[in-house]
Nanobody, 115 residues
Framework: QVQLVESGGGFVQPGGSLRLTCTAS????????MSWFRQAPGKERELAAR??????TWTIDEEGRFSVSRDNNKNEVYLDMNNLKPEDSAVYYC??????????WGQGTQVTVSS
């Protein structure tokens, strides 16, 4: 069974930075599309970033504050977030999607941006 464990969340002031890490196990990691979703209180879960198995990337942020990357040797995917804003506060979830459509979720990590 796929296991995804997120880390790196926390409390940061506006303008600060965080790196989220998702460590995967029990999957052929290099074949998987990895995504970061986020869910703020009272809102639906939304896609925040995605990196495919061939390293195509997409992020929700149009200002270039977010970047997503992966290390297939470590079975890890990263979300680097800079110039954080209060509206970025949410629980961030790691998601894996395999070549046959199989999906898994991590338990989530809280990001709080506040002064």
């Amino acid at each position: 069974q796929v296991q995804l464990v997120e880390s790196g969340g926390g409390f940061v002031q506006p303008g600060g930075s965080l790196r989220l890490t998702c460590t995967a196990s029990k999957i052929r990691f290099s074949s998987y599309t990895m995504s970061w979703f986020r869910q703020a209180p009272g809102k639906e879960r939304e896609l925040a970033a995605r990196i495919t198995n061939i390293n195509n990337t997409w992020t929700i942020d149009e200002e270039g504050r977010f970047s997503v990357s992966r290390d297939n040797n470590k079975n890890e995917v990263y979300l680097d977030m800079n110039n954080l804003k209060p509206e970025d506060s949410a629980v961030y979830y790691c998601n894996s999607r395999g070549p046959y459509g199989d999906m898994a979720w991590g338990q989530g990590t809280q990001v709080t941006v506040s002064s």
